[in-house]
């Protein structure tokens, strides 16, 4: 066991390090982190939207439903301005965090990349239809301004408000505005800039800072998407799309892709790295990129496109936080007899109901603890395994709504997926996980039982004065 942690410590740690101070990396973190306001209103919306729509209409309760029209249409309101274009909200966000990193004019750079964002939408529609329309159909598409070409209806200046706004978008964001920001920041940090007096008000100097970087920035973008319009091979976002973000989002609804991460956060843990924040873009560039496309399409009454969200990772794999410690607090709390371990589950038990497991990890600690490096390890492990399975059968809905992070265990599941299964399986996987943990909390007490023994015998030495000196604990 020494030797292989010896050799994660040598080989993984250093990476996760690398990892968790690209400052990219961090940014995207960041805006993710930030964009989680407009994430949660929405997601509110939808939950109210099924509770008084979509439920009630499956009991046939019509009246209800007709009189709570007005709440209904509220909640498509909120929603259609937060989830329905969070791909929007994330392009100003990333590129803003890009520059705090790097530490220039913010605002301008999140101008860039949402400007960005916007080129390499496309911007025209074609609609063929089944026959030629007549005189006064064509003349009244034409004063809206398409153009109608036999059985062919196009026009330009249109947005496919549903398609790209909302999660679809993450990916070009990443990519197009990446590229973008880059360039601004580039051009900031060379100094290649209006400079105006000191006598200018701060705001109109910083505006005309960024002028020359971020025209640079714009072009540079204006180019590519330009280029791509050449190519024949569709617009940026669409590109991305069929050849990054699809590709990836169908590998991580993979069994091995969700027990890779899965161990990947419980290994960063151990060394003392925050598993869940190091791997933050990966988890949300991937499985919450799926996920908000589940509550879209659970908003609009379509089919869920994914079984393996991230809020998945959370019901089933870290129940109390990363290595599910919820269970061994209460393993401690029934079997330990270790008062050291006992006093610190009764502090972190409240916290550990919310999610909140810093207190367990550091204070007992399971921070480069051996004994308790197995359970930590496997306990995720063998239950995102079940909960995996269990959802490939059917047996359990896929998540459908946004829910915090700190929701309480039970609560979190049955809002998350609006399935009175869910509860059951994450009742049956935390008990699964408590029973991994008891027998290293029984172990835990009979190191404590040694420990205890070597520090009351005397220790030989040259000359009395040594009888009776305590040796240090093993804790």
């Known amino acids: 066991m020494n030797t292989f942690i010896e050799w994660l410590n040598k080989h993984v740690v250093p990476i996760a390090s690398k990892i968790g101070s690209i400052r990219w990396l961090v940014a995207l973190r960041d805006a993710f982190i930030a964009i989680m306001p407009a994430t949660m209103a929405g997601a509110v919306a939808t939950i109210l939207n099924a509770l008084l729509r979509d439920l009630p209409t499956q009991f046939g ?186 590709p990836l989002l169908g590998m991580s609804q993979g069994f091995w892709a969700v027990l890779l991460m899965t161990v990947l956060v419980q290994v960063f843990w151990f060394f003392g790295l925050h598993g869940t924040n190091v791997l933050g873009p990966v988890l949300d560039s991937i499985w919450l990129t799926a996920q908000i496309a589940n509550i879209n399409a659970f908003a609009q009454g379509k089919d869920l496109p994914y079984m393996w969200t991230r809020n998945a990772f959370d019901l089933y794999a870290w129940i109390g936080g990363a290595g599910s410690t919820l269970l061994l607090l209460l393993a401690i709390m029934m079997f330990s007899k270790r008062d050291d371990q006992r006093a610190v589950a009764k502090l972190s038990l409240a916290p550990g109901f919310f999610n909140v497991n810093e207190p367990v990890m550091f204070g007992l600690p399971i921070v480069l603890d051996p004994i308790y490096f197995i359970p930590f390890l496997l306990a995720p492990v063998v239950m995102v395994s079940i909960a995996y399975g269990a959802m490939t059968l059917g047996l359990v809905s896929p998540v459908k709504t946004q829910i915090v992070w700190s929701m309480p265990p039970v609560i979190n599941s049955l809002i998350a997926t609006m399935d009175w299964r869910a509860p059951i399986l994450q009742l049956f996987n935390m008990f699964v996980g408590f029973m991994i943990y008891v027998p290293f909390v029984k172990a835990a007490n009979r190191m404590g039982q040694t420990v205890e023994a070597e520090e009351e015998m005397p220790v030989s030495g040259t000359g009395p004065h040594l009888a009776g000196v305590k040796m240090a604990s093993k804790d």
Not at 127 to 154: H, M, P, Q, R
Not at 179 to 203: D, Q, R
Not at 217 to 230: D, M, N, P, R
């Open 61 to 246: 309760w019509t009246g209800f439903v007709n009189s709570m029209q007005p709440i209904i249409a509220i909640n498509g309101q909120v929603w259609t301005g937060s989830l329905a274009i969070l791909g929007l909200i994330f392009a100003f966000i990333f590129g803003y965090q890009m520059a705090v990193q790097y530490e220039v004019e913010p605002i301008t750079a999140g101008i860039v990349t949402l400007g960005t964002f916007l080129m390499s939408l496309p911007q025209t529609f074609t609609i063929t239809l089944g026959k030629a329309l007549s005189k006064g159909s064509a003349d009244i598409l034409s004063t809206a301004g398409a153009a109608v070409a036999g059985k062919s209806v196009s026009g330009w200046g249109y947005f496919n408000f549903g398609q790209f706004f909302g999660a679809n978008g993450f990916f070009t964001v990443m990519i197009m505005g990446g590229i973008a920001v880059a360039a601004y920041i580039f051009l900031m940090k060379k100094n290649i800039t209006i400079k105006m007096p000191e006598s200018v008000p701060p705001a109109i100097a910083k505006a005309f800072t960024g002028i020359v970087p971020a025209t640079g920035a714009f072009y540079l973008a204006g180019v590519i998407t330009w280029a791509f319009s050449k190519l024949n091979v569709g617009t940026v976002i669409e590109f991305i799309s069929k050849t990054i973000q699809e």
